[in-house]
């Protein structure tokens, strides 16, 4: 395999979703569009002013130490927009931008908005929970107009949800991944809106995961873990028996299936015994289970404490392994900006003529 890494764009913080119909971004407030087969880049909504992160927003040292950065987009099938940022949810659209409801935490991670066949759309709460309060999975209806809780987790009891996502290969199935101590790892899913759900694994550091690939007859994943030694782990849909595929150097938030068949993975660098290499990496795989590294950043020098992790991200939504985009956070040479990127691999064109995706 061979990549191909534009320059970094800094007019954008966060490339947060990708589909046949263009790009959504963020810088600060500002929501910008870029239609698909265009490279002009609209203006298309601006979240509320906040406090305290609009007064350090104009330095980028405040905006690491206060996590400031961070919001999420998430445009609906029917065309509508979410937007979280603050924590407060809004409703987006020519009108304006209308708030919704309060959740715990800022927003959600990146790539942890799944919709429902319905149009439903389902998210859960993501912060540091000390209190270990029950998180929430809120389902928003289609015409974001109206909202609830659908569902509670008092038990398992867990710190926070790190995503909620859409099976392709059962369309009413919805997965959960939670985290993040002893006993509180799980992975969780729904055929019914949460309205029932079913629980998975021990609790234990092996069923810690931000993201999920899908398959036919099995679900893998990176260990998301700064605690122990993190792998590559596969389930098999039947028998939810989980099968070891090698050792990983550092946690793994985001995975991710290109249109035309790749697998995509990136890795955290964080502090802990788990974590035993100072760069974030984008890795690539054919099978989901057997990985290779394409690109690196090291960590950037400020400390962790005050100014976070270094980590990639992936963008939401469908997009081809020939035109996508890296998000960068706390690493040398890609912070506070956006990559675009271009695999060549064996198998490119053929997979995506039999439509693996």
């Not at 919805?174 to 729904?190: A, H, V």
């Not at 469908?318 to 690493?331: A, P």
Request: glycine share 8%.
């Amino acid at each position: 395999m061979k990549i191909r890494a534009g320059a970094p764009d800094a007019r954008f913080t966060t490339i947060h979703h990708v589909d046949e119909r263009g790009t959504w971004a963020t810088r600060g407030r500002t929501v910008f569009f870029r239609p698909a087969a265009s490279e002009a880049w609209e203006t298309i909504a601006a979240f509320p002013p906040a406090l305290p992160h609009d007064l350090a927003m104009p330095s980028r040292l405040a905006a690491r130490v206060m996590r400031l950065e961070r919001c999420s987009v998430h445009p609906t099938r029917s065309g509508l927009l979410l937007g979280i940022r603050a924590g407060t949810v809004y409703r987006m659209d020519d009108a304006g931008v209308h708030p919704l409801f309060r959740i715990r935490g800022d927003c959600v991670m990146a790539r942890a908005i799944a919709e429902s066949p319905e149009g439903e759309l389902y998210f859960g709460e993501y912060w540091t929970n000390p209190k270990r309060v029950p998180a929430r999975i809120w389902r928003v209806a289609p015409d974001l107009a109206r909202f609830e809780v659908a569902r509670e987790l008092a038990s398992p009891r867990v710190r926070h949800v790190h995503a909620v996502h859409a099976d392709p290969f059962l369309p009413e199935r919805l997965w959960i991944t939670m985290g993040d101590f002893q006993d509180e790892c799980f992975l969780g899913y729904s055929d019914d809106g949460f309205r029932t759900a079913h629980f998975l694994g021990d609790g234990s550091q092996l069923w810690r995961s931000v993201g999920l690939i899908f398959q036919r007859d099995r679900i893998c994943w990176m260990t998301d873990t700064h605690l122990v030694q993190n792998h590559i782990v596969s389930m098999d849909r039947a028998s939810h028996e989980t099968t070891l595929h090698g050792e990983r150097d550092a946690s793994s938030w985001y995975q991710a299936e290109t249109t035309d068949g790749l697998y995509l993975a990136t890795s955290c660098v964080e502090q802990g015994p788990g974590i035993h290499t100072d760069r974030s990496r984008l890795m690539a795989s054919t099978d989901g289970t057997e990985w290779t590294t394409l690109l690196s950043y090291q960590k950037d020098r400020l400390p962790f404490r005050l100014f976070g992790f270094g980590w990639l991200a992936l963008p939401a939504g469908r997009f081809s392994s020939r035109d996508f985009w890296l998000t960068g956070i706390g690493l040398a040479g890609l912070d506070d900006a956006c990559q675009p990127c271009s695999i060549e691999w064996e198998g490119r064109d053929r997979a995506a003529a039999a439509g693996t995706s």
